[in-house]
C-alpha cells in the first residue's frame, strides 16, 4: 500500500461519513435535499366527533317525574341543539310501558316560544301555558328544564320568560333567583332507593336511568 496504513486510509475518510450519516437522518425525518424554499408540511391531529344513532339522530337526556323526583331519560332527537331538545321535553307524549312511572310537571300545551344563548346563558321564552302550575309542582317543572339543557354544550345558566315576560325561578338550593344552574336542582335528582322503588315493575327502565342518573349526581356533587 506504498507505505500507507489502515489509519491513514480511514482518516480522510471520516469527514465523507459524517456527511453520509447527516444526510441519511435529514432523508429519514422526510425534508428535502434541495436548495429552494419548500413549506413545512404539519400534522393535523383531529378528534372524531361521537357516533351517531342511524339517520343521523342524536341521544339527550331529558328530565322526567318520578316518585316526586326527577330522572334523566335517554331520548333520540334530530339534534341536540337546545330548541330541539326542549320541544322534545314538552310533548305531551310518554312511552306508554312507562306512563304509570314517569311523568312530567310542565303543563299540557306549553310550547316554546324561543330559546337564545348568549355566552352560556340560556334564555327559554314559554307559552302562557307555563303559567299554569305553581308551588312545588313548577318547581320540578322548571328542573326538568334546567335539568336537561345544562347538559348540552356551552349551556351552564338558564332564564324563563312566559310570554316574553321574565319569570322567577324557585330554586330549591337559594329561593327565588333569576338565573339558574343545575346545581339549583341537585336535590331534586331521585336517590338510589327512589328509582329503585318507582321501577320495581319495570326493571329495564331502571337499567336505562340507573347509570345516567348516578352519573349526574357525582357530576354535580363535585361542581356543587
Do not use: W
Not at 43 to 68: K, R, W
Not at 88 to 105: F, G, H, M, N
Amino acid at each position: 500500500m506504498n507505505g500507507l496504513g489502515f489509519a491513514d486510509i480511514v482518516r480522510p475518510l471520516r469527514p465523507m461519513c459524517v456527511v453520509l450519516t447527516v444526510a441519511l437522518i435529514i432523508a429519514g425525518c422526510g425534508i428535502p435535499m434541495d436548495d429552494h424554499p419548500r413549506a413545512i408540511a404539519t400534522t393535523t391531529s383531529t378528534t372524531s366527533a361521537p357516533s351517531l344513532p342511524a339517520g343521523g339522530q342524536a341521544v339527550a337526556y331529558l328530565y322526567y317525574v318520578i316518585d316526586e323526583a326527577l330522572i334523566p331519560v335517554p331520548t333520540t332527537v334530530h339534534d341536540r341543539s337546545p330548541a330541539t331538545v326542549i320541544s322534545e321535553l314538552l310533548k305531551p307524549a310518554i312511552d306508554p310501558a312507562d306512563e304509570k312511572i314517569l311523568r312530567t310537571a310542565l303543563p299540557t300545551g306549553t310550547k316554546l316560544r324561543s330559546a337564545s344563548l348568549a355566552r352560556n346563558r340560556l334564555t327559554i321564552d314559554l307559552s302562557a301555558e307555563a303559567s299554569n302550575v305553581v308551588g312545588v309542582s313548577r318547581q320540578r317543572a322548571l328542573g326538568q328544564v334546567v335539568l336537561t339543557v345544562t347538559q348540552l354544550d356551552q349551556v351552564s345558566e338558564v332564564r324563563f320568560q312566559i310570554e316574553g315576560e321574565s319569570l322567577q325561578i324557585a330554586s330549591p338550593e337559594r329561593g327565588d333567583v333569576e338565573t339558574a344552574g343545575a346545581c339549583d336542582f341537585r336535590s331534586l335528582l331521585a336517590t338510589d332507593d327512589q328509582l329503585g322503588t318507582a321501577t320495581a315493575s319495570r326493571p329495564s327502565l331502571f337499567r336505562e336511568v340507573s347509570a345516567p342518573l348516578v352519573s349526574r349526581s357525582n357530576a354535580l356533587k363535585a361542581l356543587c
